[in-house]
């Protein structure tokens, strides 16, 4: 029992990663109609937004006491954090919590990345074929993942969860289990925190008046037109938050995964089979297939099924794509005529 809620809690935090970039690229298709292959840079770019937020936190004020020397007779430099020396105790706190703290950072940079990337190229692939938008899309996935790799380099590069969920904690006394079942507090967090992001994206395009209207636009974008609004300036938008919604996410997993410089591929590749699976243009579909084959790739990934069947947990997402499209072709929560010629 303890190895099969294990397993579940495994699949339902990477589910949320999952869940979360294909959120994101369901809401860029279903808007705008484009396969957007660049989608996983700007996972990675919001990682790379908590790792410069922590940089920045580091920087420190050297001063010379002139009246201490070290053991070899030159002057004793004093190193402190200038955050620390202008914010004191909060300052500490900061840095500490520079991973959650990072998001202040992360949501202005990634919409305002989201919204020149839609202005200056994706805006000129509107009608294309989507073949045209996967190649520039993916050639500027590329780009940015060199650039990333020119500044920061090509190791991973750790960033350390809070201090106050830097531990376990025993989820099996949820149960009636006992201390028996332990799991790493930050994966909890983050689970939690992505249930939060895609119950407010949501009810942002579910219960406001804006969000309404795009979802007007998404089923016919020609009418709400004709009554006089600038859908496509609503469009935008919703690219820049599809951005946020990466972003946030790549920031929050970097606890559990040090960011590198093609994490944003890595997960690219998994998010559209959660897409394709899910129903192309369906964001419940994306999201309830990213919590399934999340807990699917966990479950097989576990010994004894590895034992059976080498390698399975690598191909199991491919494998219940291909089984799903078989008998599904629009995949689980797919709407008619998407993708159909």
Same mark, same amino acid.
């Given at each position: 029992?303890?190895?099969?809620?294990?397993?579940?809690?495994?699949?339902?935090?990477?589910?949320?990663?999952?869940?979360?970039?294909?959120?994101?690229?369901?809401?860029?298709?279903?808007?705008?109609?484009?396969?957007?292959?660049?989608?996983?840079?700007?996972?990675?770019?919001?990682?790379?937004?908590?790792?410069?937020?922590?940089?920045?936190?580091?920087?420190?004020?050297?001063?010379?006491?002139?009246?201490?020397?070290?053991?070899?007779?030159?002057?004793?430099?004093?190193?402190?954090?200038?955050?620390?020396?202008?914010?004191?105790?909060?300052?500490?706190?900061?840095?500490?919590?520079?991973?959650?703290?990072?998001?202040?950072?992360?949501?202005?940079?990634?919409?305002?990345?989201?919204?020149?990337?839609?202005?200056?190229?994706?805006?000129?692939?509107?009608?294309?074929?989507?073949?045209?938008?996967?190649?520039?899309?993916?050639?500027?996935?590329? =780009?940015?993942?060199?650039?990333?790799?020119?500044?920061?380099?090509?190791?991973?590069?750790?960033?350390?969860?809070?201090?106050?969920?830097?531990?376990?904690?025993?989820?099996?006394?949820?149960?009636?289990?006992?201390?028996?079942?332990?799991?790493?507090?930050?994966?909890?967090?983050?689970?939690?925190?992505?249930?939060?992001?895609?119950?407010?994206?949501?009810?942002?395009?579910?219960?406001?008046?804006?969000?309404?209207?795009?979802?007007?636009?998404?089923?016919?974008?020609?009418?709400?037109?004709?009554?006089?609004?600038?859908?496509?300036?609503?469009?935008? =938008?919703?690219?820049?938050?599809?951005?946020?919604?990466?972003?946030?996410?790549?920031?929050?997993?970097?606890?559990?995964?040090?960011?590198?410089?093609?994490?944003?591929?890595?997960?690219? =590749?998994?998010?559209?089979?959660?897409?394709?699976?899910?129903?192309?243009?369906?964001?419940?579909?994306?999201?309830?297939?990213?919590?399934?084959?999340?807990?699917?790739?966990?479950?097989?990934?576990?010994?004894?099924?590895?034992?059976?069947?080498?390698?399975?947990?690598?191909?199991?997402?491919?494998?219940?794509?291909?089984?799903?499209?078989?008998?599904?072709?629009?995949?689980?929560?797919?709407?008619?005529?998407?993708?159909?010629?």
């Amino acid at each position: 029992m303890d190895a099969i809620l294990l397993q579940v809690l495994n699949g339902l935090d990477k589910g949320g990663a999952y869940a979360l970039i294909a959120l994101g690229l369901t809401l860029v298709f279903g808007t705008l109609g484009v396969v957007n292959f660049a989608h996983g840079a700007l996972f990675m770019l919001g990682a790379f937004c908590a790792v410069t937020f922590d940089k920045l936190l580091k920087l420190e004020s050297v001063v010379v006491d002139p009246e201490k020397t070290t053991a070899w007779g030159s002057k004793l430099e004093i190193r402190t954090p200038y955050v620390e020396a202008w914010l004191g105790d909060f300052g500490k706190v900061l840095h500490d919590y520079s991973v959650p703290a990072s998001i202040l950072l992360a949501i202005p940079v990634m919409l305002a990345i989201g919204i020149v990337m839609e202005r200056g190229l994706i805006r000129h692939f509107y009608k294309r074929p989507h073949a045209d938008q996967i190649l520039v899309t993916f050639g500027l996935a590329i =780009v940015i993942q060199e650039v990333i790799k020119h500044f920061f380099g090509a190791n991973p590069i750790p960033q350390p969860a809070p201090p106050a969920f830097s531990g376990t904690a025993y989820v099996g006394t949820l149960f009636g289990m006992g201390q028996t079942l332990a799991y790493p507090w930050w994966r909890i967090i983050y689970l939690f925190f992505s249930l939060a992001v895609i119950g407010a994206v949501l009810a942002f395009l579910q219960f406001t008046t804006y969000g309404m209207v795009v979802r007007a636009g998404m089923h016919d974008r020609q009418t709400v037109g004709f009554l006089g609004i600038d859908i496509q300036r609503r469009f935008t =938008v919703v690219f820049g938050l599809a951005a946020v919604v990466a972003g946030v996410a790549g920031v929050m997993y970097t606890p559990i995964l040090p960011p590198d410089y093609h994490m944003g591929m890595d997960f690219l =590749v998994l998010s559209f089979v959660v897409v394709v699976v899910g129903g192309m243009g369906s964001l419940s579909g994306a999201v309830a297939a990213g919590f399934l084959l999340g807990i699917l790739q966990s479950f097989a990934s576990m010994n004894e099924i590895n034992s059976l069947v080498p390698g399975i947990d690598h191909i199991i997402i491919y494998l219940v794509a291909v089984v799903v499209l078989l008998t599904l072709p629009r995949g689980l929560l797919g709407r008619k005529g998407v993708m159909e010629e």
